[in-house]
Nanobody, 126 residues
Framework: QVQVVESGGGLVQAGGSLRLSCAVS????????MGWFRQAPGKEREIVAA????????YYADSVKGRFTISRDNAKNTVYLQMNSLKPEDTADYYC???????????????????WGQGTQVTVSS
């Protein structure tokens, strides 16, 4: 049984930092690309960042470039999202997905829809 478990969310002031973690079990982790998505109230889910199975390819949404860093530790079956210089508009539920994608294009990344976690809430106060 595949399990995807996010953690690390919370309440932080604007300009602060949080580190999200996503632990995966029940699959061969190093064969899956990993993505972080977020969904704010009343808005559609959007891609934040993604990393290929090897870690060699990384994608960031324009809105988080230079502030967020995605990384993965295949030995620990875990992917991370370091979020710095947080803004109120980063407030959302953050979800992690594990997906076996055939290529690492923007279109494929945005369409990632594999195994999902339950999400972790991030609230950034102004």
């Amino acid at each position: 049984q595949v399990q995807v478990v996010e953690s690390g969310g919370g309440l932080v002031q604007a300009g602060g930092s949080l580190r999200l973690s996503c632990a995966v079990s029940g699959l061969t982790f190093n064969r899956y690309a990993m993505g972080w998505f977020r969904q704010a109230p009343g808005k559609e889910r959007e891609i934040v960042a993604a990393v290929s199975w090897s870690g060699g390819n990384i994608y960031y949404a324009d809105s988080v470039k230079g502030r967020f860093t995605i990384s993965r530790d295949n030995a620990k079956n875990t992917v991370y999202l370091q979020m710095n210089s947080l803004k109120p508009e980063d407030t959302a539920d953050y979800y992690c997905t594990a997906d076996r994608i055939l290529d690492f294009t923007v279109e494929t990344i945005r369409a990632m829809n594999g195994y999902w976690g339950q999400g972790t809430q991030v609230t950034v106060s102004s």
